[in-house]
């Protein structure tokens, strides 16, 4: 397993922007297979559900529809950090934010790599509030 440590969040006004970042210490993936990286979100009385992800290997990005064009996920490898760059946040975009990692790129793309039910590590975090 992993451990993922959140930062960014906050309040923002709606049509404002904000920043999560991921980091990944210590890694321990088997970077082989290669690994994914995605942030969900989850609001009150709904389901998570998966907004962005990034792939190793040819670096494939998805996105939730109700983002894109408004949210940017990029990897620095040499930091081991994804950032998930939110534009003209909307009050539909308030929730609490979770990174996850997927240990297998071929078990992800198998899964979907906006499904919950690929990655088998998770941070703790982080509340998003748009106004």
């Known amino acids: 397993h992993v451990q993922l440590v959140e930062s960014g969040g906050g309040s923002v006004q709606a049509g404002g922007s904000l920043r999560l970042s991921c980091a990944f210490p210590?890694?321990?993936?088997?970077?082989?297979?290669?690994?994914?990286l995605a942030w969900f979100r989850q609001a009150p009385g709904k389901e998570r559900e998966g907004v962005a992800a990034?792939?190793?290997?040819?670096?494939?990005?998805y996105y939730l529809d109700s983002v894109k064009g408004r949210f940017t996920l990029s990897r620095d490898v040499a930091e081991d950090r994804v950032d998930l760059e939110m534009k003209s946040l909307e009050p539909e975009d308030t929730a609490m934010y979770y990174c996850?990692?997927?240990?297998?790129?071929?078990?992800?793309?198998?899964?979907?790599?906006?499904?919950?039910?690929?990655?088998?590590?998770w941070g703790r975090g982080t509340q998003v509030t748009v106004s």
């Open positions: 990034i792939c190793t290997g040819d670096g494939s990005t």
């Open positions: 996850a990692a997927g240990m297998s790129r071929t078990y992800v793309r198998l899964k979907g790599e906006l499904n919950e039910a690929a990655y088998g590590d």
């Open positions: 210590g890694a321990t993936y088997q970077r082989d297979r290669g690994y994914c």
